[in-house]
């Protein structure tokens, strides 16, 4: 959610481990702060090590597809094409976040007399800079300056310090997307090689318990909108830290969801640095997520910046889940793009298609869905989801999944969160009560949203690093989904949080992450930490079966 909260950014310190913090103040105004200083809030030694060979997705196949099918897909830079027998689609991402950037450095450039083009953007900004560089083959390096001039420069380039220099950035070529479905066989460890990675793949039996994390609106750089890093949660390193901890100790771990708004991203940048960080044993658990109005617009409200939004064509193809978009070898429906003429596209500029999903994950059932797309096709979509789930054996509990928990910025009033479940509830196959559940973000809130006939039904998990007005919403954490043949329990573990004092007083900051952390690295998982969570759901399935080892509260 686009809240317009500012930032003041200071330089408080060098450390012995080489980490410079950006530390900020409480909101006081964006206007005048340094795009350096809030792009990078922290920069550390580990950003130095080498990139892995190729990035890394596994979601669950569509579900028509059957309950063994899963997607695999690997994400290449520089043109490189992989040579790996088992990718029947592979090809360069189309549209937005072609070309794979760095982050920068800030405060250099490179000399204009070797340049490749020198040109002046005037009003258009370091966007138009990247983008001349992408359409250049030779240009491995921009240098964008205060007043508005472009450098594009060869591979010989070394930047230095010099006078306007705002910032330089490396690009890394061509990204290419390589991609299939293919046959598990459910409880039993697959193992595949990519690129002479040994990989192994996992889901559950069909019916069994299943377990995962799900983040809404996690902000770990603050560069195109403010993060809330002023209160010491630490998110960019702390995100790919407890989730590497977690895929490598606990066992039980299946998969990882967010809730749109991916790290407010316009131009992949963000992403990339992160996702770098993830480990091929994360990266190998099933991966879940719908788009945000940030997805879409990054300042967060339509029409956005048709030469500069990704109107959710990066964040598709990068996520590369297997959707309702996909047709045979294809993965996308690109019959809507950004730059096509205002008279013909909607306002998401892309098809809704590639946003939508469904499928079964043990015993539980998982719809995805976009809520900026129109409630007649959304609909139709999600009758066909709950007539997939009426036959065979129906999931004990279902989530429909979406951002918007309120209507506005892209939202009409009939597709948020809550209102979605209300028509989901009456749908043959899905008329199931209380045991339809929805999860969202958009407010940057924690908290149960909403209350059924008997239990909650309705979580928001939106605070997760981004900036934040409320005072009792200054928190951080994630749900913790864990089921069995007999129950559903969902957790909500809150790594820190922040109460500001009185008058202008001194704040409190309550952290238990590293606790959280040693936890999992000494007992093996988070079913094994439940201390540290509050409990949101405990609750029965519809048939209660044995075998159930987790007690009730």
Known sequence: MGLRIGVIAAIVGLVATGVYLFRVNPPQGLEGVQRDLIELLVVDDNLLEDKPRFDLRVSKGFGKRGYNKIRVSAITEGGRVLSDEIFRYKKPFQERWTHAFDMGQPGVGCEKKNALKVFELKDKGEPACRWECGQKPSCAKYSYFNNGTCVLADKHCKPSKMEGANITVSSHGLRTLHSSVIDVEPGVRKKITIDGVNLTLFIPKEDEGTAGIVWADPCVFASFVPCSDQFGFHEFKRSYEFMNALAKHDPTFDFFQILGDNFYDQDGRITRELFDKFSYELKSKLFYTVPGNHDFWVKGTPPGNQNQDQFGHGF???????????????????????????????????????????NKLGNLGFIGYNGA???????????????????????????TMNHWDSPALGCDANMTASKVRERVITFPGCDIGDKVKFMDGHKHCNKIETHGTSEPVGFMIGAHGQANEDPTCIQDGFLYIHSTKSRLVV??????????????????????????????????????????AKVWLNSTTANPRNGDKLSKT
């Open 316 to 358: 598709m193809q990068f996520y590369a889940q297997d959707t309702l978009g996909a047709h045979g070898d294809e993965l996308f429906n690109m019959t809507a793009v950004p730059d096509s003429s205002a008279k013909t596209y909607n306002t998401i500029r892309n098809t809704n298609d590639n946003f939508l999903f469904y």
């Open 373 to 399: 797309g129109s409630q007649i096709e959304t609909d139709k979509f999600l009758r066909e989801a709950c007539q997939f789930f009426a036959h065979g054996t129906p999931p004990a509990f279902i989530f």
């Open 491 to 532: 957790y909500y573990f809150e790594t820190s949080s922040y109460t500001p004092g009185k008058d202008g007083g001194e704040g409190k900051l309550i952290d238990q992450y590293p606790h959280l952390l040693d936890c999992i690295h000494s007992k093996g998982g988070l079913s094994n930490c439940t201390q540290y």
